[in-house]
């Protein structure tokens, strides 16, 4: 019996045979029989051999293919510790172009591995959970009676328990709510985040316990869940059960008992909490059986077979019996709207921004933007691969010619050079693994996540790097593969090599990374114009130097308002103070028989001075008309334009949607100029403002002066904490609020910014590699020109003139995709720039510069060299 062979011998021995007349099956008997041993000695190989076989036999046509017979003979372990030898020496040789070919490749593909993560995270979301596939939210969608439609993943307390006892096919329910409270910590105060959630929360999502049973953690009203974090800061131990818990829940301090620690929310949870607490404490201190007020989020689980739609057709019937009084009441109340229950899986809520109220959604355009952005530089860093592998391949004509003549046969040079670029590839990921995790804390910020290196051990993940690196490797090799080894050695050996037609692919490519890298640009340009306009516009107040602060027990106690005002107002310092409404309050108003949907807004006669309104008609509230407080509104010029009125001062407002309101009716008696209440995305909206005492407050506004703003600040938390004690003290600048509505934006105007650079840059490396090849393609043209008089100014102009108009080109293929993008982006703003074609000229002039700057270097070389040396080869 012929020796046992190494599995690599074993592999050639296969693959010889497939160019041999021998059938598969005599093939396949042989080796058993040789490697018999072998095979015992590795168990499950029979099985993998059998598939193998089935696998070669769909390759029969292609058995005599002698590339297969190239393929054996490069797995000998001699040839490719021949070929990786002649790899490294080629890099050692050419150390400049290596690295930055190299470099290239690695910020491509480290662009792509973080991408990975991100597009990972974002589709990953609430995977952990069991059934996943049988949950789904309660969706909300409202019809006003004039078309305008509102889309809730909201509901009220009632619909949970109401869907559950009358349809079958939902097995049971969750609902939660979040909530900011005060946690009294022996004498300190701080606030915490809570959630809200049915006893039964544990048990139908898969949120681990460390300690504690999640069937009855919830079942107490007075029970309180905890995560380890939470334990260790008012604890120092994750030891907890039962140790007592004081929170103040509507002005009461409320001692809750401590009966489970949570390991905490994955990073990828829709639901996030820190601290948990029974939702049937809010049914007790704040019952609500109106199906119409949606403020909270509520999951079902459905049986396995049943089918969505038809239990949304029974919600239907359902919402229609049990909310029947509630609906006709408000049809003789003059509401037009109607109000359709549905279902949305739950799987598909992060990335779904139809529904307002989602926690943690998240707009999927986000993820096609990094997608794009990343796959458009990794295309790139393979275009400049190509260019760089031809560039280099006139300085190895004679390697190549001399291979063939001694009988080196074009697929082994084939593999020969694919072998080269696996090789770069293979550190190009090495190194791009490296500056991923570099780069990960920045883009942590950037992107909002906190995203880890270890997130690529997940089997996908692997497989999807695995799938990148052949096809890097493969696509970036492949066509100098072709090209190189198709040399014509008597050519190459008498240096008089040229390549064919006039080099269309690389010039295409360079076109067509141009027209990213400018696309980029002129979106980067677009995007800082509109974030600097929406920061820098006039909001039609002043909001620098304004302070808001919350106070929930202030909400419904007049006297505690009026009292803090008081003090406040006193202050050195303090300007103005005003209360106002927590939050806002939208209903349907009848005006004339006219129906629209407007913001209330309850404040005092010190709110317009506060905010520094303009009053453009009529008159401000005043303590001077005792009757302003009952029967007197101010509105905006939104509000007026809606009505269709020209001489708003003394018209009455038939009908608003305040509750125990009934049909009082109220007089205008003045009119603010326009202003933005909320961000400049929103369009400003209808907007009424009262002075009804009834309505509850809780916010204050404090206009501070200019100077000595921290003395100020402290003098306010005085006496705040002097009247309230034992409340948590925070405040607000209503500038950095606005700010923050922006900061989506802002994040990713530094991400397309990032991604400008990498691309303009990779492309430049780009140009600068077939720069290069031109260069060596013309190098007895440009000795020939320098002897004949031509003067390096010349040869400089000879060689970028070709290039400068390739680089033009792509600007105009870039400007018309480009516009269109802007354009489309800028719709989703109500108040937004104009497209300025400044902003185009300007970043065709910078990428034009910057590309001719990467052609000087080479050119520059080219037209200071020796024309003997050139000349001498010929």
């Known amino acids: 019996m012929k020796p046992t062979p190494q599995p690599a011998r074993w592999i050639v021995f296969l693959l010889e045979h497939l160019a041999s007349p021998e059938s598969l099956e005599e093939v396949q008997g042989d080796l058993i029989e040789l490697h018999a041993t072998w095979v015992v000695k590795y168990g499950g190989l029979l099985a993998a051999w059998k598939y193998f076989c089935t696998v070669l036999t769909l390759l029969r046509p292609l058995r005599k293919a002698r590339i297969l017979l190239s393929a054996a003979s490069i797995l000998n372990l001699k040839m490719l510790h021949h070929y990786f030898n002649v790899v490294f020496r080629n890099i050692s040789r050419r150390k400049a172009f290596s690295i930055v070919n190299i470099a290239g490749l690695s910020l ?61 096919e939902i097995q049971t329910f969750v609902r939660t709510k979040k909530d900011q409270l005060v ?95 029974p939702f049937s404490f809010l049914e007790e201190t704040r019952p609500d059986n109106g199906w119409h007020w949606v403020s909270f989020p509520t999951y079902f689980v459905l049986a396995p077979q049943a089918d969505p739609q038809a239990v949304a057709a029974k919600m239907k019937d359902v919402y229609q019996t049990q909310a029947r009084a509630e609906i006709d009441e408000m049809v003789t109340m003059g509401y037009a709207n109607t109000t359709v229950w549905g279902l949305q899986p739950f799987s598909e809520m992060h ?11 998240s707009n999927p355009i986000y993820s096609y933007i990094l997608s794009g952005i990343a796959l458009f530089i990794l295309l790139i860093a393979c275009i400049n691969f190509i260019n760089f592998s031809i560039a280099q391949s006139l300085r190895r004509s004679k390697e190549i010619g001399i291979r063939k003549v001694i009988g080196g046969q074009r697929n082994e040079l084939a593999l020969q050079f694919l072998s080269e670029s696996f090789s770069l590839c293979f550190i190009a990921f090495l190194i791009a693994m490296v500056m991923t995790e570099l780069a990960l804390p920045t883009f942590n910020e950037l992107s909002d996540k906190e995203l880890s290196l270890r997130y690529l051990l997940d089997s996908r993940l692997v497989i999807g790097a695995i799938v990148l690196f052949f096809a890097t490797g493969f696509g970036a090799g492949i066509y100098p593969a072709l090209v190189l080894s198709g040399f014509n050695p008597v050519k190459a050996l008498t240096n008089r090599l040229q390549f064919s037609g006039k080099n269309y692919l690389s010039r295409n490519l360079v076109v067509a ?97 506060t905010m520094q309104l303009e009053v453009l008609m009529g008159r401000n509230f005043s303590k001077d008309f005792p009757s302003d407080s009952v029967d007197a509104v101010l509105v905006n010029q939104a509000f007026v334009r809606e009505a269709g009125w020209k001489d708003p001062i003394g018209k009455t407002v038939d009908r608003m949607n305040i509750p125990g309101w009934g049909n009082k009716k109220v007089t205008v008696v003045g009119v603010v100029k326009d202003y933005h209440f909320e961000s400049l995305k929103e369009k400003i909206k209808p ?25 100020t600040l402290t003098s306010v938390e005085a006496v705040f904490l002097k009247m309230f004690p034992y409340d948590s003290y925070q405040y607000t600048f ?141």
């Open 513 to 609: 990374q141009f027209s990213l890298a400018t696309f980029l640009i002129i979106a980067t340009l677009f995007i800082y114009a509109q974030f600097d306009f929406i920061t820098r516009k006039d909001l039609g107040y002043n909001d620098r130097h304004l302070v808001e602060i919350i106070n929930s027990r202030a909400a419904m106690d007049m006297t505690l308002t009026r009292t803090l005002k008081t003090e406040l107002a006193r202050l050195q310092g303090v300007e103005n103070v005003a209360p106002k409404n927590i939050g806002r309050f939208q209903g349907p108003t009848q005006v004339e028989g006219k129906e629209f949907q407007a913001t209330y807004e309850r404040v005092d006669e010190d709110y317009v001075p």
């Open 183 to 277: 946690v009294k910590n022996n004498n300190d105060l701080f606030r915490e985040d809570v959630l809200w959630a049915d006893d039964n929360f544990f048990s139908v999502f898969s949120f681990p316990l460390a300690s504690g049973n999640p069937e009855n953690s919830l079942s107490d009203m007075h029970s309180i869940v905890l995560t380890e974090e939470i334990a260790l800061k008012y604890f120092g131990t994750t030891d907890v059960l039962g140790k007592p818990m004081t929170l103040q829940v509507d002005g009461d301090f409320t001692t809750f008992m401590v009966s489970a620690v949570a390991k905490g929310s994955p990073q990828n949870s829709t639901i996030k909490f820190k601290v948990l607490l």
């Open 108 to 168: 491509g593909l480290t662009c792509c591995l973080l991408i990975f993560l991100y597009v990972k995270d974002e589709l990953s979301y609430d995977r952990f959970h069991t059934n996943i596939d049988q949950f789904y939210q309660l969706t909300c969608h409202r019809i006003e009676g004039d078309g305008t439609e509102e889309k809730f993943a909201l509901a009220a307390m009632v619909q949970g328990p109401a869907f559950k006892s009358e349809i079958p």
């Open 351 to 361: 990335l779904n921004t139809e529904f307002r109220g989602t926690p943690e959604g």
């Open 734 to 874: 209503r500038d950095e609020m606005n700010r923050r509505h922006y900061q989506a934006e802002n994040r990713w105007k530094q991400i397309i910014t990032i991604g400008a650079v990498l691309a303009i840059f990779i492309s430049c490396i780009g140009l600068f590699g077939l720069t290069a090849l031109t260069a060596e393609r013309r190098t007895k043209e440009i000795g020939l020109r320098k002897v004949m008089g031509a003067s390096a100014t010349q040869i400089v102009g000879l060689i970028s003139g070709d290039f400068i108009k390739l680089v033009a080109i792509s600007f105009i293929v870039a400007v018309p995709v480009v516009w269109y993008s802007i354009f489309l982006w800028l719709q989703t703003f109500a108040y937004r720039i104009d497209i300025n074609p400044w902003f185009f000229a300007f970043a065709g002039g910078v990428t034009l510069l910057i590309a001719f700057l990467t052609i000087a270097t080479q050119a520059v070389r080219a037209a200071l060299s020796n024309p003997v040396k050139s000349l001498k080869s010929e």
């Open 687 to 711: 907007e009424l403002f009262t002075y009804e005492p009834k309505l509850p407050l809780g916010k204050f506004l404090i206009r501070i002066g200019a100077d000595h703003v921290q003395k």
